[in-house]
């Protein structure tokens, strides 16, 4: 399953049920088959988004030098990073605060 997010602000995103339930939760939001981030919620959520992407660099970060620190093999990073994956809403929440407009999506 996917989860699409539109706006008429931009491009629509495509997202895997778990990338796009994953960044659901990181937001605040239950996952859903529907919803809507209106336009009134935008900064906040964007600042949400912006506050975990840095948690998860930071853990990632403190992971490899308390490896270092105990003489242990750095744990691996994962392939693609939360910041990547939301990257592209990240943008279409921009465009949509910028014009004013809501997000929705559905499965």
């Known amino acids: 399953m996917l989860y699409k997010f ?3 602000a931009g491009a629509d995103v495509l997202m895997l049920q778990a ?5 659901l939760r990181a937001l605040g939001r239950e996952p859903a088959p529907r919803g809507i981030f209106q336009q ?3 900064p906040a959520l964007l600042a949400r988004l912006d506050e975990v992407m840095a948690d998860e660099e930071r853990q990632l ?3 490899r ?3 270092e620190a105990e003489g242990r093999q750095p744990p691996p990073a994962p392939e693609i990073l939360l ?9 279409l929440m921009r465009q949509a605060q910028a014009a004013g407009h809501d997000i ?3 499965v």
Do not use: I, N, T, Y
Not at 19 to 23: F, P
């Open 61 to 63: 970060e403190q992971a």
């Open 83 to 91: 910041r990547q994956r939301a990257w592209p809403l990240r943008e």
């Open 104 to 106: 929705v999506w559905g």
């Open 6 to 8: 539109k706006s008429k």
């Open 19 to 23: 990338h796009g339930d994953h960044l």
């Open 40 to 42: 009134q919620d935008l």
């Open 65 to 67: 030098r308390d490896a």
